[in-house]
Structure formats: structure tokens, C-alpha cells
């Protein structure tokens, strides 16, 4: 999900997307966040989901819009943590880890930018 706005990659269609940040819950184990040793993820900006899970404040509940995300979907985004973005927007990309399109990518895009 999303390249840090810092990050010059004229191609990433993520910087005029963010469509998986304002559709999915993003959830993972209450240890990645920097309240746990070893966590990184800002805990203020989490919530609480379940004894193991926490979720991105902002995408437990419709309408979905990650509290780290900055920008306007669909125009320009970036990601305000994302040296420190949790597990699940680090595994979410265009492409697949052998190099193949992401099909749940490739439905949000078809959906936030119809042709
Ligand atoms: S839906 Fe796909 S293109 Fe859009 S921000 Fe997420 S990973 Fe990037
Ligand atoms: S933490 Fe960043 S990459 Fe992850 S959903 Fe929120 S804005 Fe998107």
C-alpha cells in the first residue's frame, strides 16, 4: 500500500490510488505496535479488535479511510507512517510477490477509476 511521499517513484500508481486504505479493515498482531517490544506502528493510531488483533483506527467501521492516510483518494495520497505501516500494507501491492498482478488491486482500481 501506498510509497512514502518521499519516495520519488513517478510510476507507483499507489501515490494516486489508495483505494486498498480506504476499503479494507487493516488489521494484525497486537505486537507490531510500538507500545510492544520490537513494535513499530504508532498504538495511538491503532484500536483494539481482539485480545491478539488490532486494526488502523479508522477502517474497523464504514465509511473506511486509514487515520494515517493523507491526501485525496483517487487524486494524491501517501502514507503519514510509512517507514512504520503495519504488516498488511507492507504484504498489499500491485503486484503479487512472484510478479503477478494483484487481483484484489486490480478490482479496487477498476472500481475507484472506472474507464
Ligand atoms: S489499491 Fe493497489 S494501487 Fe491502490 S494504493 Fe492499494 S496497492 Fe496501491
Ligand atoms: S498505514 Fe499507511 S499504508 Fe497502511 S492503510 Fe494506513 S495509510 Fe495505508
Excluded at 486504505?21 to 507500545?35: I, K, L, M
Excluded at 504508532?42 to 493523507?70: D, Y
Aim: glycine letters at 6%.
Amino acid at each position: 500500500m501506498l510509497a512514502a511521499s518521499e519516495v520519488i517513484l513517478t510510476t507507483n500508481p499507489c501515490q494516486t490510488c489508495g483505494a486498498c486504505c480506504a476499503n479494507f479493515r487493516v488489521s494484525f498482531y497486537w505486537g507490531e505496535a510500538d507500545d510492544a517490544p520490537g513494535g513499530i506502528v504508532p498504538a495511538q493510531l491503532t484500536e483494539k479488535i481482539s485480545p491478539q488483533l488490532r486494526c488502523m483506527k479508522g477502517t474497523a467501521s464504514k465509511p473506511v479511510r486509514c487515520v494515517a492516510l493523507e491526501g485525496e483518494v483517487g487524486k494524491r495520497v501517501s502514507c503519514s507512517i510509512y517507514p512504520q505501516r503495519p504488516s498488511p500494507c507492507r504484504e498489499f501491492d500491485v503486484l503479487e510477490a512472484d510478479g503477478s498482478p494483484n487481483p484484489r488491486c486490480a478490482a479496487l482500481r477498476a472500481q475507484l477509476l472506472p474507464s
